[in-house]
T-cell receptor, first 110, second 114 residues
Framework: DAGITQSPRHKVTETGTPVTLRCHQT?????MYWYRQDPGHGLRLIHY???????DKGEVSDGYSVSRSKTEDFLLTLESATSSQTSVYFC?????????FGPGTRLTVT | AQSVTQLGSHVSVSEGALVLLRCNYS??????LFWYVQYPNQGLQLLLK??????LVKGINGFEAEFKKSETSFHLTKPSAHMSDAAEYFC????????????FGQGTRLTINP
């Protein structure tokens, strides 16, 4: 367990508004990831980080940005939320072979 | 590009029966393969992983999976289902153990009948 927390756990927002989701870990893991989960798609990687200020795109990065200014925090930002970004968002952290997942954030864009 | 196909979005078995969840992958290099389980309203938990050592991998909760290169498969099995095994199961592949950018299958929901 990497002591991963996500905030908020639930959020409803309107189309066009900015949204930031936070992932916090307590185990000093190097790698952190953001995924989205949608029915019929499993989980898809949005962005990941391999160290402080080091990030890269995943499979579905359009419309999302990330930042990692401290080892323990990885932020996901939707600059202008769209209805297609309604999803459950999971954060994960890893040091060796196993990714540890947070409890998820359910985001609804109306 | 790597990909994962899980055959059957829903599988239902009786308590005590064999569990078989199917996963086929596509990868241009020797893959790293994973099975994760997700209980309702929770994050994912690693069941087991294949990282090019033994082809038969044993995981938690009595699950195991066998890597078959010739069939590009990594099916998950458990000899005797328990009610607590009801969950969603995801197979995932990574071509790079450094960044470990996982590509997931669409998931299989396992239901256990009493």
């Amino acid at each position: 367990d990497a002591g991963i927390t996500q905030s908020p756990r639930h959020k409803v927002t309107e189309t066009g508004t900015p949204v930031t989701l936070r992932c916090h870990q307590t185990e000093n893991h190097r790698y952190m990831y953001w995924y989205r989960q949608d029915p019929g798609h499993g989980l898809r990687l949005i962005h990941y980080s391999y160290g402080v200020k080091d990030t890269d795109k995943g499979e579905v990065s359009d419309g999302y940005s990330v930042s990692r200014s401290k080892t323990e925090d990885f932020l996901l930002t939707l600059e202008s939320a769209t209805s297609s970004q309604t999803s459950v968002y999971f954060c994960a952290a890893r040091e060796s072979a196993e990714q540890y997942f947070g409890p998820g954030t359910r985001l609804t864009v109306t | 590009a790597q990909s994962v196909t899980q055959l059957g979005s829903h599988v239902s078995v009786s308590e005590g029966a064999l569990v078989l969840l199917r996963c086929n992958y596509s990868s241009s290099v020797p893959p790293y393969l994973f099975w994760y389980v997700q209980y309702p309203n929770q994050g994912l938990q690693l069941l087991l992983k294949y990282t090019s050592a033994a082809t038969l991998v044993k995981g938690i909760n009595g699950f195991e999976a066998e890597f078959k290169k010739s069939e590009t498969s990594f099916h998950l099995t458990k000899p005797s289902a328990h009610m607590s095994d009801a969950a969603e199961y995801f197979c995932a592949v990574s071509e790079d153990q450094g960044a470990q950018k996982l590509v997931f299958g669409q998931g299989t929901r396992l239901t256990i009948n009493p």
